[in-house]
């Protein structure tokens, strides 16, 4: 709506509804927000972000990175349901543990995908104190993956 009475521009809109914008507060509510009754909509909305505001963007920044581990922290009952839906899925009915075995995959593999990318920066650019201090919590998140 503010949009029409050129009140914001497309990119204020954006960063309003960036999660990973302005670091690790509104990260935080974000994943705070997430639908815990339903786990399969959590998933789906945390791989969106990911490729929305982590993949497809050109220039990454450390309140980015301190946004993405906020969620990854805020989000550990989500991976912990996911592993509990496969390890309690019936053996019977391969095509259930199957899906639940790659979404289990494709969820880590996400994370660890954006890590990377994150990691790649900080080497570059490791005199910078801002990317400096996020490489041990970065590092720890990478190996919980």
Known sequence: MALVFGLFTKREEDTARDPL???AGRATRWAVAL???DPATARREVLEMLAERVDR???LAPERLAGL????EGIDWLRLTLATQYVTAARGTGSIEDGLWRDNIEFANSFTRCYQRFYAIVEEDLGSRKWRVLLPRLTTRMMQQ
């Open 21 to 23: 914008a302005d670091g």
């Open 69 to 72: 581990i906020a969620v990854d």
């Open 35 to 37: 639908p815990r009754i």
């Open 57 to 59: 963007v050109a220039k």
